[in-house]
């Protein structure tokens, strides 16, 4: 099976005044195509920080970060959003749709921001919409959408371009019960169907029982063996 | 265009309105006042062309624009067509005042009916010649303009009583013309005149004629009347300058006015910029996406602009007379400051958003 995501050795230390906040701490993690791996742990114990860093919103202090065989720690700012434009997709927990847009112009902005090939894929992108059950939203504003619906739009937006990996940043965080279902479904269908490789981010241990791995974070470091050890979903 | 650009202008229709008015009102401070003066300096070449006589014959610094006095001595003309090469000589007091609208100059002149007429082949079509003190004649442009009729009482000089006794052609110099006696009189300046038209004999180069009469009567000044409309703007003081400073002025307006726009749109945008970062977008696009807006600013303001000016100098002319004439040159110019003011007020918005830290972006609230 190929590895899409390698982390080695990560340290990420923040500066705050004098006081250095040792965010990660050794963290080392792989991801095999097509799994599914949810992240938990308490409250500030690193995250969104690892989360931000396999996605190349930041660099690592130290450590090594590979997605499908490019290696993000050592590019340039310009080369890790190169990357991260062709081979990631973020869902965020405030939805982050684009207001003045419609559901169909997030994802259209999302294709140009992708511009190159990949986008051809028109088969794709109507089994996506269906899939994600938003083929009579398209022309709603995210205002006009309930908080379930932007999230699945936010979620077609990151898998409309194609990406080897979808990075989640505790996506149901902000919606009911009823709605976090629907769309932890939704990613569970995704997984099984086109084989997306997902790793999310959750609080919930409901959610983090549909994924087919729990990674548990403390304090800046993983807890659970870095290997992958299937639970059978 | 990316639909993001043309969305987000139609989100905040206030702001963007601000925005298009200030791009706007620099083109209309080009264009006008570029109109204007180019308009009233073709208005005067128009006239002036009409004046057949080669020279005209003054002392130094007694013709401005804005000003005139009649300080050269009429005997003058005696002394000029004794020279050889001059087949006539006639002497004009042109007097310039405030125009009656309150803006503008109005210009009047005091000429010799008979020999001015002769010389540059001016008729009467309508009326008379003027005569007496209070009797003056106006061109066709003039007439209609103030709808005036012969016989018809006007007020110079502030509250003079004239009569307007006839109506000559072609346009030439002053619309409104009396007796050199009479103008003379109302100056105060007997035996004076502010300049003297001299016509070369056939033959005679305006160049020739103007080399011997500096050199029979040195000390004056001798100027072909060819050139004076392109004096134009070197009669008007610091005309030139002016108009620098204006095109200056409305390139700060339009790059300020875009500036102030674009900065408050990035903030309010924050965390949409760090979302278009996690999406992958590279800083060029980024930018591009601001410049695109700031730019689709400008041609609207630009479009606005022109049509507001045309119709403003449309109601200006019609309402005071003044004349505007449009150039391709200035309308470039206008152009110019609108697109470049657009995208330079743009550039620092747009580079501080690529330069935006996503993550903190992303937390923004
Ligand atoms: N920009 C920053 N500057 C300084 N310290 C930071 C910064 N971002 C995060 N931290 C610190 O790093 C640690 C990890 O933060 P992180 O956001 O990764 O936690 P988290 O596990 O995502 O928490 P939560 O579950 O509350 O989202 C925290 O102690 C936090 O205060
Ligand atoms: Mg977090």
Same mark, same amino acid.
């Not at chain 1, 959750?202 to 029982?209: C, D, K, Q, R, V």
């Not at chain 2, 000003?67 to 007097?95: F, M, N, Q």
């Given at each position: 099976?190929?590895?899409?995501?390698?982390?080695? $050795?990560?340290?990420?230390?923040?500066?705050?005044?004098?006081?250095?906040?040792?965010?990660?701490?050794?963290?080392?993690?792989?991801?095999?195509?097509?799994?599914?791996?949810?992240?938990?742990?308490?409250?500030?114990?690193?995250?969104?920080?690892?989360?931000?860093?396999?996605?190349?919103?930041?660099?690592?202090?130290?450590?090594?970060?590979?997605?499908?065989?490019?290696?993000?720690?050592?590019?340039?700012?310009?080369?890790?959003?190169?990357?991260?434009?062709?081979?990631?997709?973020?869902?965020?927990?405030?939805?982050?749709?684009?207001?003045?847009?419609?559901?169909?112009? $997030?994802?259209?902005?999302?294709?140009?921001?992708?511009?190159? $090939?990949?986008?051809?894929?028109?088969?794709?992108?109507?089994?996506?919409?269906?899939?994600?059950?938003?083929?009579?939203?398209?022309?709603?504003?995210?205002?006009?959408?309930?908080?379930?619906?932007?999230?699945?739009?936010?979620?077609?937006?990151?898998?409309?371009?194609?990406?080897?990996?979808?990075?989640?940043?505790?996506?149901?965080?902000?919606?009911?019960?009823?709605?976090?279902?629907?769309?932890?479904?939704?990613?569970?269908?995704?997984?099984?169907?086109? $084989?997306?490789?997902?790793?999310?981010?959750?609080?919930?241990?409901?959610?983090?029982?549909?994924?087919?791995?729990?990674?548990?974070?403390?304090?800046?470091?993983?807890?659970?063996?870095?290997?992958?050890?299937?639970?059978?979903? | 265009?990316?639909?993001?650009?043309?969305?987000?202008?139609?989100?905040?229709?206030?702001?963007?309105?601000?925005?298009?008015?200030?791009?706007?009102?620099?083109?209309?401070?080009?264009?006008?006042?570029?109109?204007?003066?180019?308009?009233?300096?073709?208005?005067?070449?128009?006239?002036?062309?009409?004046?057949?006589?080669?020279?005209?014959?003054?002392?130094?610094?007694?013709?401005?624009?804005?000003?005139?006095?009649?300080?050269?001595?009429?005997?003058?003309?005696?002394?000029?067509?004794?020279?050889?090469?001059?087949?006539?000589?006639?002497?004009?007091?042109?007097?310039?005042?405030?125009?009656?609208?309150?803006?503008?100059?109005?210009?009047?002149?005091?000429?010799?009916?008979?020999?001015?007429?002769?010389?540059?082949?001016?008729?009467?079509?309508?009326?008379?010649?003027?005569?007496?003190?209070?009797?003056?004649?106006?061109?066709?442009?003039?007439?209609?303009?103030?709808?005036?009729?012969?016989?018809?009482?006007?007020?110079?000089?502030?509250?003079?009583?004239?009569?307007?006794?006839?109506?000559?052609?072609?346009?030439?110099?002053?619309?409104?013309?009396?007796?050199?006696?009479?103008?003379?009189?109302?100056?105060?300046?007997?035996?004076?005149?502010?300049?003297?038209?001299?016509?070369?004999?056939?033959?005679?180069?305006?160049?020739?004629?103007?080399?011997?009469?500096?050199?029979?009567?040195?000390?004056?000044?001798?100027?072909?009347?060819?050139?004076?409309?392109?004096?134009?703007?070197?009669?008007?003081?610091?005309?030139?300058?002016?108009?620098?400073?204006?095109?200056?002025?409305?390139?700060?307006?339009?790059?300020?006015?875009?500036?102030?726009?674009?900065?408050?749109?990035?903030?309010?945008?924050?965390?949409?910029?760090?979302?278009?970062?996690?999406?992958?977008?590279?800083?060029?696009?980024?930018?591009?996406?601001?410049?695109?807006?700031?730019?689709?600013?400008?041609?609207?303001?630009?479009?606005?602009?022109?049509?507001?000016?045309?119709?403003?100098?449309?109601?200006?002319?019609?309402?005071?007379?003044?004349?505007?004439?449009?150039?391709?040159?200035?309308?470039?110019?206008?152009?110019?400051?609108?697109?470049?003011?657009?995208?330079?007020?743009?550039?620092?918005?747009?580079?501080?958003?690529?330069?935006?830290?996503?993550?903190?972006?992303?937390?923004?609230?």
């Amino acid at each position: 099976m190929k590895t899409i995501l390698r982390a080695e $050795n990560l340290y990420k230390t923040y500066r705050v005044g004098s006081v250095d906040v040792h965010a990660l701490r050794d963290v080392s993690l792989e991801v095999e195509e097509g799994e599914f791996v949810a992240i938990m742990g308490p409250s500030g114990c690193g995250k969104s920080t690892l989360l931000h860093l396999l996605g190349g919103l930041l660099q690592p202090t130290s450590g090594r970060i590979t997605v499908d065989e490019e290696d993000l720690s050592a590019a340039s700012d310009a080369a890790r959003t190169d990357i991260r434009r062709r081979k990631i997709g973020f869902v965020f927990q405030r939805f982050n749709l684009f207001p003045t847009l419609t559901a169909e112009g $997030n994802l259209r902005l999302a294709e140009q921001i992708q511009s190159k $090939n990949n986008t051809d894929d028109a088969t794709r992108r109507t089994e996506v919409l269906k899939l994600l059950r938003l083929e009579d939203k398209m022309k709603h504003k995210p205002m006009e959408l309930s908080g379930g619906e932007q999230q699945r739009v936010a979620v077609a937006r990151a898998i409309i371009t194609n990406p080897a990996l979808i990075l989640a940043d505790e996506p149901t965080g902000n919606l009911d019960s009823e709605n976090s279902a629907i769309v932890l479904n939704m990613l569970q269908e995704l997984n099984y169907r086109f $084989n997306q490789t997902i790793v999310m981010i959750t609080h919930n241990p409901e959610a983090a029982a549909m994924c087919r791995r729990i990674v548990y974070m403390r304090d800046g470091q993983i807890t659970t063996p870095a290997v992958s050890v299937q639970i059978s979903g | 265009m990316l639909h993001l650009v043309a969305a987000n202008i139609r989100q905040r229709p206030l702001r963007m309105l601000i925005s298009v008015l200030g791009v706007a009102l620099g083109v209309n401070l080009v264009m006008l006042f570029t109109g204007l003066a180019s308009g009233m300096a073709k208005d005067l070449e128009r006239r002036s062309s009409n004046v057949r006589a080669e020279i005209l014959f003054t002392r130094p610094g007694s013709m401005q624009l804005t000003s005139s006095t009649a300080s050269l001595d009429v005997r003058y003309v005696e002394r000029l067509k004794a020279i050889d090469g001059v087949a006539d000589a006639t002497p004009v007091i042109l007097y310039v005042t405030q125009g009656s609208a309150g803006f503008g100059f109005e210009r009047l002149e005091g000429i010799e009916w008979k020999s001015f007429a002769a010389m540059n082949r001016m008729s009467i079509t309508e009326g008379r010649a003027p005569s007496a003190a209070n009797e003056v004649i106006v061109d066709a442009t003039k007439q209609r303009n103030d709808n005036l009729q012969i016989n018809q009482e006007i007020k110079l000089f502030g509250d003079k009583s004239y009569r307007v006794v006839g109506v000559y052609q072609p346009e030439s110099g002053a619309r409104i013309k009396m007796t050199l006696a009479a103008m003379q009189d109302a100056l105060e300046a007997a035996g004076k005149s502010t300049y003297i038209l001299v016509k070369a004999r056939d033959g005679v180069t305006a160049e020739e004629l103007a080399q011997r009469l500096e050199a029979e009567l040195p000390g004056n000044k001798i100027q072909l009347t060819r050139d004076i409309s392109t004096n134009f703007e070197r009669s008007v003081p610091f005309l030139g300058t002016f108009l620098r400073v204006l095109v200056a002025l409305s390139a700060i307006v339009s790059t300020l006015v875009i500036m102030l726009a674009m900065y408050t749109t990035i903030t309010e945008r924050t965390r949409e910029i760090g979302t278009l970062k996690a999406l992958g977008a590279s800083r060029g696009f980024i930018i591009w996406t601001i410049e695109q807006e700031a730019l689709l600013i400008s041609v609207i303001g630009l479009v606005i602009g022109f049509i507001t000016a045309f119709v403003a100098g449309a109601a200006i002319e019609r309402f005071s007379g003044l004349i505007f004439e449009y150039s391709w040159r200035w309308a470039l110019v206008a152009v110019a400051i609108g697109l470049f003011g657009g995208a330079l007020g743009a550039l620092y918005p747009a580079t501080r958003a690529a330069n935006l830290d996503a993550v903190e972006a992303l937390a923004y609230e």
